[in-house]
Nanobody
């Protein structure tokens, strides 16, 4: 059974940092792309950052470039999202998701098959 479990969300002041973790199980981690997505109230789910576990390639949405860093620890089947210089507009529920993808790195949430339950990130001004 595929499982994705997010952790690390919380309440932080603008300018602060958080690190999200996504622990994966139930599939061959090295064959999958893992993405972080977020959804704010009244808005569509959007891609934040993705990483290929097979070759380490990454994707970042323009809104988070230079502030967020995605990384993968394949030995632990865990992907991290380090979020620095947080802004109130980063407030959302953050989800990690997985899709089997070798040699490609999908960035659209429509491309991902497995989803975690989400973790709330709230940035106060």
């Amino acid at each position: 059974e595929v499982q994705l479990v997010e952790s690390g969300g919380g309440l932080v002041q603008a300018g602060g940092s958080l690190r999200l973790s996504c622990a994966a199980s139930g599939f061959t981690f090295d064959d999958y792309a893992i993405g972080w997505f977020r959804q704010a109230p009244g808005k569509e789910r959007e891609g934040v950052s993705c990483i290929s576990s097979s070759d380490g390639s990454t994707y970042y949405a323009d809104s988070v470039k230079g502030r967020f860093t995605i990384s993968s620890d394949n030995a632990k089947n865990t992907v991290y999202l380090q979020m620095n210089s947080l802004k109130p507009e980063d407030t959302a529920v953050y989800y990690c998701a997985a899709v089997r993808a070798i040699g490609v790195l999908p960035s659209s949430p429509l491309s991902y098959d497995y989803w975690g339950q989400g973790t709330q990130v709230t940035v106060s001004s």
